[in-house]
């Protein structure tokens, strides 16, 4: 059974930065991507960015493109999203999730951890 946990949310000053971190369990995750979502008051849930496990390929949101840094660790099975500059606009819900490399949904997800950057 596949099982995502976020951690590392919390508050912080506009132009701050944040690390997430996704602790992934269950199996095994070579042929599989892992994203990051966000989801703010109401507002859809939209792709911030993803990466998959065996080549380290990158894919960002327009708006986090250059400021967010998504990156893997093999070994603890853990895939963190480093936010830089943070705006006002980047408070949300952030979550996890992963898919099989050619799937067409996010069949996983974790619980969710809370970004509120103030002003």
């Known amino acids: 059974q596949v099982q995502l946990v976020e951690s590392g949310g919390g508050l912080v000053q506009v132009g701050g930065s944040l690390r997430l971190s996704c602790a992934a369990s269950g199996r095994t995750f070579s042929d599989y991507a892992m994203g990051w979502f966000r989801q703010a008051p109401g507002k859809d849930r939209e792709f911030v960015g993803s990466?998959?496990?065996?080549?380290?390929?990158?894919y960002y949101a327009d708006s986090v493109k250059g400021r967010f840094t998504i990156s893997k660790d093999n070994t603890k099975n853990t895939v963190s999203l480093q936010m830089n500059s943070l705006k006002p606009e980047d408070t949300a819900v952030y979550y996890c999730?992963?898919?099989?490399?050619?799937?067409?949904?996010?069949?996983?997800w974790g619980q969710g951890t809370q970004v509120t950057v103030s002003s």
């Open positions: 990466i998959t496990w065996s080549g380290g390929s990158t």
């Open positions: 999730a992963a898919h099989r490399i050619g799937g067409s949904s996010w069949p996983y």
